[in-house]
């Protein structure tokens, strides 16, 4: 089941500051490898498939925050150092200095932006909505009033679709339950967080589904640095930017959600 990311327990950030390792934080010089070249210390909960994961048998961390941190250092001159760190810890792990930066899927938002500062955006999330590809009369999720809709349970996506008027809502196990009863007729429509939608359809190569647009929420994933690290946070922004415009940063999306962004 994709996670649901919850808040940063910011409340032990005391006891790990007194655990610090040198990085790209404030005013210190980037760590260096036994090569001699500069390192990205990099923090992520790596159980976030698509986005960072560890498939069995291979030692490389996988996903798309993973590909695109390795081009942002690529771009930065920076060779990358992934640890995989849980989730809650991840703010604390920034703050101590054992990592330069977080890239897990997190979300921008104000109580965040207290203990760190982002990156421009990289990610839009949210909730969207699949329809068989010759559906013609659902465009929008006020075309779901009075529908069946299939939802993964225990999600964001059963709770927001529950308070569509008139909806029958099927609460079903996994995402590839959704779909199934999809495109057997059972229901008008899927909703579920986007990233878990684009994936199962690229990597599944369904057909006869079509996802749209129109996202139920929205949130954007950023990149994380230590508060007040601006030099860092202007570095990573300039390097996002020149994969976007040389289209390095549609490859990698691609390759984990399909051409459709």
Same mark, same amino acid.
Request: one cysteine or more; proline letters at 2%; aromatic letters at 8%.
């Given at each position: 089941?994709?996670?649901?990311?919850?808040?940063?327990?910011?409340?032990?950030?005391?006891?790990?500051?007194?655990?610090? *390792?040198? !990085?790209?934080?404030?005013?210190?010089?980037?760590? =260096?490898? %036994?090569?001699?070249?500069?390192?990205?210390?990099? $923090? &992520?909960?790596?159980?976030?498939?698509?986005?960072?994961?560890?498939?069995?048998?291979?030692?490389?961390?996988?996903?798309?925050?993973?590909?695109?941190?390795?081009?942002?250092?690529?771009?930065?001159?920076?060779?990358?150092?992934?640890?995989?760190?849980?989730?809650d810890?991840?703010?604390?792990?920034?703050q101590?200095?054992?990592?330069?930066?977080?890239?897990?899927?997190?979300t921008?938002?104000?109580?965040?932006?207290?203990?760190?500062?982002?990156?421009?955006?990289?990610?839009?999330?949210?909730?969207?909505?699949v329809?068989?590809?010759?559906?013609?009369?659902?465009?929008?999720?006020?075309? *779901?009033? !009075?529908?069946?809709?299939?939802?993964?349970?225990? =999600?964001? %996506?059963?709770?927001?679709?529950?308070?569509?008027e $008139? &909806?029958?809502?099927?609460?079903?196990?996994?995402?590839?339950?959704?779909?199934?009863?999809?495109?057997?007729?059972?229901?008008?429509?899927?909703?579920?967080?986007?990233?878990?939608?684009?994936?199962?359809?690229?990597?599944?190569?369904?057909?006869?589904?079509?996802?749209l647009?129109?996202?139920?929420?929205?949130?954007?994933?950023?990149?994380?640095?230590?508060?007040?690290?601006?030099?860092?946070?202007?570095?990573?922004?300039?390097?996002?930017?020149?994969?976007?415009?040389?289209?390095?940063?549609?490859?990698?999306?691609?390759?984990?959600?399909?051409?459709?962004?």
């Amino acid at each position: 089941m994709f996670k649901m990311k919850k808040l940063l327990l910011v409340g032990v950030l005391c006891l790990a500051a007194a655990i610090g *390792l040198s !990085g790209c934080g404030g005013n210190q010089e980037a760590a =260096t490898s %036994s090569s001699g070249g500069k390192v990205l210390k990099v $923090g &992520a909960s790596v159980d976030f498939a698509p986005f960072e994961f560890q498939d069995e048998g291979q030692s490389e961390y996988q996903g798309f925050d993973m590909d695109l941190i390795r081009a942002i250092g690529k771009e930065m001159g920076y060779e990358v150092e992934i640890s995989n760190i849980g989730f809650d810890g991840l703010i604390p792990a920034l703050q101590a200095k054992n990592v330069d930066v977080l890239i897990s899927g997190v979300t921008i938002n104000d109580e965040r932006k207290q203990n760190v500062d982002f990156s421009d955006p990289y990610y839009e999330s949210g909730l969207t909505m699949v329809v068989r590809e010759d559906e013609q009369n659902i465009k929008t999720f006020a075309d *779901l009033k !009075g529908k069946k809709i299939a939802v993964q349970i225990g =999600t964001t %996506s059963a709770k927001e679709a529950k308070k569509i008027e $008139g &909806a029958e809502v099927k609460e079903l196990n996994t995402p590839a339950d959704c779909f199934m009863e999809l495109k057997n007729g059972g229901v008008d429509a899927v909703v579920n967080d986007r990233p878990v939608n684009d994936y199962y359809i690229h990597k599944s190569g369904q057909t006869g589904v079509k996802t749209l647009p129109e996202r139920l929420t929205s949130e954007d994933y950023g990149i994380a640095v230590a508060k007040g690290n601006k030099e860092l946070a202007e570095k990573i922004n300039a390097a996002l930017k020149k994969l976007k415009e040389n289209g390095e940063y549609d490859k990698i999306f691609a390759k984990w959600f399909g051409a459709q962004k």
